[in-house]
């Protein structure tokens, strides 16, 4: 059974930081594609950051610079570090990954930046 648990969200400042955390299991981890979403209230879910499994990393534009996207394969998890953090990164960050052409999603962690 697959499944993908985050954790980090909260409140927080504009300018703070926040280190987001999904522990995944039932997937073969290591050889896996990892990526955090974003949903915005009343928008669409949108990519913010992509691990491969060989570690190579892609952003979205409006969070080059300020997010790191980083892996722990011993540890099953993957990060998404949230720097210099603006109000409009609000919204709900969720985990994703695909297994076999199968998408998979965690429950989300809200983070709200207050200006």
């Known amino acids: 059974q697959v499944q993908l648990v985050e954790s980090g969200g909260g409140l927080v400042q504009a300018g703070g930081s926040l280190r987001l955390s999904c522990a995944a299991s039932g997937i073969p981890f290591s050889q896996n594609a990892m990526s955090w979403y974003r949903q915005a209230p009343g928008q669409q879910r949108l990519l913010v950051a992509f691990v491969s499994g060989g570690g190579s990393t892609t952003y979205a534009d409006s969070v080059k610079g300020r997010f790191t996207i980083s892996r722990d394969n011993a540890q099953n998890t993957v990060y998404l570090q949230m720097d210099k953090l603006k109000p409009e990164d609000t919204g709900i960050y969720y985990c994703?990954?695909?297994?076999?052409?199968?998408?998979?999603w965690g429950q989300g962690t809200q983070v709200t930046v207050s200006s």
């Open positions: 994703h990954t695909v297994v076999h052409t199968v998408l998979y």
